[in-house]
T-cell receptor
Framework: GIQVEQSPPDLILQEGANSTLRCNFS?????LQWFHQNPWGQLINLFY???GTKQNGRLSATTVATERYSLLYISSSQTTDSGVYFC???????????FGKGTKLSVIP | DSGVTQTPKHLITATGQRVTLRCSPR?????VYWYQQSLDQGLQFLIQ???????AKGNILERFSAQQFPDLHSELNLSSLELGDSALYFC???????????FGSGTRLTVV
């Protein structure tokens, strides 16, 4: 199956700083999603982005499918951005998402 | 509220018992997915239903089963429970397989 690697595994930021999270995957995909799991365990869908670039407020994401990676950018981070960010991918003909191990982000005031 | 409803939120049960977790998908969503999240395995896909039919199976144990009913709600049945089954069980829904998934708030199962 598809392998998903996320980096860095842990990240500590001062409030207001910017960050880039990376997701590498081992095969071609037709489904790629970014999720944020908040400290209460809720999984929030941030982006559905199998290719291209999207922006939503302070967050943006870019997927370069031909090079098998995706990036999540967080600008002007806030304490509420803390939690674990997951990248999940699905291959052609597959309905299941394979999740990476996540990047744990801690934003300190 | 994400629109995906899972009940119960918490469940504590003894080894060997059987439990049923329930999921109501977001209005209009035909696909339902079940995932298990544990500390050692991370988020693992269990099974998917689309409009009442099983569409894909992942790392689901034989002791586990699921179904999707005509009103599109789904149930995940876990039997002969073991300590290692303790985990967060998530349900997600989508209109189809090629759009973003919406997750419910999960059911935290503790087997003692």
């Amino acid at each position: 199956g598809i392998q998903v690697e996320q980096s860095p595994p842990d990240l500590i930021l001062q409030e207001g700083a910017n960050s880039t999270l990376r997701c590498n995957f081992s095969d071609s995909v037709n489904n790629l999603q970014w999720f944020h799991q908040n400290p209460w365990g809720q999984l929030i869908n941030l982006f559905y982005i199998p290719s291209g670039t999207k922006q939503n407020g302070r967050l943006s994401a870019t997927t370069v499918a031909t090079e098998r990676y995706s990036l999540l950018y967080i600008s002007s981070s806030q304490t509420t951005d803390s939690g674990v960010y997951f990248c999940a991918v699905g291959g052609a003909g597959s309905y299941q998402l394979t999740f990476g191990k996540g990047t744990k982000l801690s934003v300190i005031p | 509220d994400s629109g995906v409803t899972q009940t119960p939120k918490h469940l504590i049960t003894a080894t060997g018992q059987r439990v049923t977790l329930r999921c109501s998908p977001r209005s209009g969503d035909l696909s339902v997915y079940w995932y298990q999240q544990s500390l050692d395995q991370g988020l693992q896909f269990l099974i998917q239903y689309y409009n009442g039919e099983e569409r894909a199976k992942g790392n689901i144990l034989e002791r586990f089963s699921a179904q999707q009913f005509p009103d599109l709600h789904s149930e995940l049945n876990l039997s002969s429970l073991e300590l290692g089954d303790s985990a967060l069980y998530f349900c997600a829904s989508s209109v189809s397989g090629q759009v973003g998934y919406t997750f419910g708030s999960g059911t935290r199962l503790t087997v003692v």
